[in-house]
């Protein structure tokens, strides 16, 4: 029903940037919720931040101040900004939409790798 495309993820140096996005295509075109997650070996994947249909932004304290969730909802994308980057940021970084009683989604994920 819903089909996610992440791009933007690969290999930087510590204190550079990234830009992650998402494209959400298929028969649901709404999405109460629009978030990444990230795993890193050996850990749980965790929440990094999400951003509901009205705008409201929330992030994991890990990221705050580093990363800026947006998205536009006439694309259906939702991106994650990542500035300051560090080698704990390393991780494979996870789409997730949730169209409430239609379902939640995952994207295939991206490989996000901070270092020298």
């Known amino acids: 029903q819903v089909q996610l495309v992440e791009s933007g993820g690969g290999l930087v140096q510590p204190g550079g940037s990234l830009r992650l996005s998402c494209a959400a295509s298929g028969i649901i075109r709404s999405f109460a919720l629009m978030g990444w997650y990230r795993q890193a070996p050996g850990k749980q994947r965790e929440s990094v931040a999400f951003?509901?249909?009205?705008?409201?932004?929330n992030y994991a304290n890990s990221v705050k101040g580093r990363f800026t969730i947006s998205r536009d909802n006439a694309k259906n994308t939702v991106y994650l900004q990542m500035n300051s980057l560090q080698p704990e940021d390393t991780a494979v970084y996870y789409c997730n939409v949730d169209a409430l009683h239609a379902g939640n989604y995952w994207g295939q994920g991206t490989q996000v790798t901070v270092s020298l």
């Open positions: 951003i509901t249909s009205g705008g409201i932004t």
